[in-house]
């Protein structure tokens, strides 16, 4: 899913992409320039513990908030605004490029199986 970054406005649009078992579901809308991403990001996704090197299940379900910008207005850089920030290049939101980078900070996390006491 493929949005243009100045056809988003003030009504949020539904947005969704599926990768693997992992889905991410939420709206965008406009927010001082940038698009605010909001949703959550759920399913099943295969990691292997830090610990003991199994590999398990790790159950994800987790909110998402994050600002997107086109390269050409700076997000403030405040106290106010801690939210990450995302920049697309060629002025399209590719929903799916987003879960994916999302996907691979969850991999790279440190993680233990439930066995090991998952953190
Ligand atoms: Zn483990």
Redesign the pocket.
């Known amino acids: 899913m493929r949005l243009s970054f100045t056809r988003v406005g003030d009504s949020p649009i539904a947005v969704m992409a599926r990768n693997g078992g992992v889905s991410l579901e939420g709206f965008i809308v406009r927010k001082e320039g940038l698009v605010l991403l909001n949703g959550a990001i759920k399913g099943g996704l295969r990691l292997t513990?830090?610990?003991?090197?199994?590999e398990?299940e790790h159950r994800l379900n987790e909110s998402v908030e994050l600002l997107i910008s086109d390269g050409i207005f700076e997000p403030r850089k405040d106290e106010e605004q801690s939210l990450a920030v995302v920049e697309v290049s060629d002025g399209a939101i590719d929903i799916e490029a987003i879960l994916e980078s999302e996907i691979q900070s969850i991999v790279c996390d440190y993680h233990?199986?439930?066995?090991?006491g998952a953190i």
């Open positions: 513990c830090d610990r003991c090197a199994n398990y233990r199986c439930e066995k090991c």
